[in-house]
C-alpha cells in the first residue's frame, strides 16, 4: 500500500506541477509509449543478458513482494521464540533426544505444527532442524556451531541480497538509456531539418522525454524499490539472527526462558516485544 502511494505522491508531483506551470502534457503522452519501449526494452535485455536465471528469477520475485506487506511482524517472532522455547524446554526436561523425531520429522511433529507460520517456512525449520541436529549428536562445540551458523547466514543473505544488486544496477543504466533515445530522437529530428520550426520543437521535446523519463523511471521508481527489497532482505536476516543468538544461548547452558530473551533482544526494535509480551505469550502456549 505505501509503495503504491509513493509512487502515486511522485508521480502526480512531477506530471502535476508541469501541467500547472503551463506545460503541455500532450507532447509527453504522445512521445511516452515510443521511449517506455526503447528504453525499458533496452534496459529489460540487458538485465537479462547481465544476470543468471536464478537472480533474474530472484529479482522478479522480489518485486513482487516489495507490494506486499512484511510478514516478519511482532506476532510472527512470538510464535518462532514460543516454538525455539518449546523445542528447548523439551530437551532440558526430557534430554536432547527427545526432540530427535521433531528434528527429523518437522512436517510431522506437534511442536511445528502448533506454531503453523514459522512451522509452514522452510528456510526457517531447516535452519533451526540442523542446528538442533548438531546439538543432538554432540560432536560440535558452541564456538564451532556458531562459526557454522556465521558462515550459513553469510550465505543467505549474500545470496538473497543478488536479486537487490541486480535492481540496483537496472536503476543505475536507465538514465543512460534515456540518453540513447533521447540522442535516436535528436537523430530523428536532424533528418527532418526543413520542417517548420513548430514540427522541429515537437520532435525535439519528443526526444527530451527520452532523457526524462529514464532518470523518472531510475530514481523515481526502480531505485525505491531495490530498497525496499534489500530492507525486507535484511528483515531475513535478522530472523536467522535470533534463531542463531537463541541456540547458542541454550547451549552455554542458559535456561529456556533466558535463551529465548537473548534471541528478543537481538530483534529490531520495532517488531521486538516486551518481555512481559514474550512471557506471557510462551506461557499461554504452553
Known amino acids: 500500500m505505501f509503495v503504491i502511494i509513493g509512487f502515486v505522491v511522485a508521480l502526480g508531483c512531477v506530471f502535476g506541477v508541469f501541467v500547472v506551470h503551463g506545460g503541455n502534457i500532450s507532447v509527453v503522452l504522445k512521445a511516452l509509449p515510443f521511449e517506455m519501449i526503447t528504453i525499458m526494452g533496452a534496459a529489460v535485455g540487458a538485465f537479462i543478458a547481465t544476470n543468471q536465471p536464478k537472480v533474474l528469477k530472484g529479482a522478479v520475485a522480489g518485486l513482487a513482494s516489495c507490494f506486499k506487506g512484511s510478514k516478519y511482524s511482532k506476532a510472527r517472532y512470538m510464535e518462532l521464540m514460543a516454538l525455539l522455547y518449546d523445542l528447548l524446554q523439551k530437551a532440558r526436561k526430557e534430554g536432547l533426544m527427545s526432540i530427535e523425531k521433531d528434528v527429523e520429522e518437522p512436517h510431522n511433529s506437534p511442536l511445528f505444527k502448533k ?93 527530451l522525454v527520452g532523457t526524462f523519463l529514464g532518470i523518472l523511471l531510475s530514481y523515481g521508481i526502480f531505485e525505491p524499490l531495490a530498497g525496499l527489497l534489500e530492507q525486507k532482505i535484511d528483515e531475513g536476516t535478522k530472523e536467522l539472527q535470533c534463531i542463531k543468538t537463541t541456540l547458542l544461548a541454550s547451549m552455554q547452558g542458559y535456561a529456556p526462558q533466558i535463551a529465548v530473551e537473548f534471541g528478543r533482544k537481538v530483534l529490531y526494535s520495532t517488531e521486538r516485544p516486551s518481555f512481559s509480551e514474550l512471557e506471557g505469550h510462551v506461557k499461554g502456549k504452553k
Open 115 to 207: 506454531y503453523s507460520t514459522v512451522g509452514s517456512d522452510h528456510h526457517v525449520v531447516e535452519f533451526i532442524t540442523d542446528y538442533l541436529r548438531m546439538m543432538v549428536s554432540g560432536n560440535l562445540n558452541a564456538h564451532e556451531i556458531e562459526s557454522l551458523m556465521d558462515s550459513e547466514i553469510d550465505t543467505h543473505h549474500h545470496e538473497a541480497h543478488q536479486p537487490a544488486a541486480a535492481l540496483q544496477r537496472l536503476a543505475g543504466g536507465l538514465p543512460a538509456f534515456g540518453i540513447v533515445a533521447a540522442v535516436l530522437g535528436v537523430v530523428n529530428t536532424m533528418g527532418s531539418v526543413g520542417q517548420p520550426p513548430a514540427v522541429l520543437g515537437g520532435m525535439i521535446g519528443s526526444a
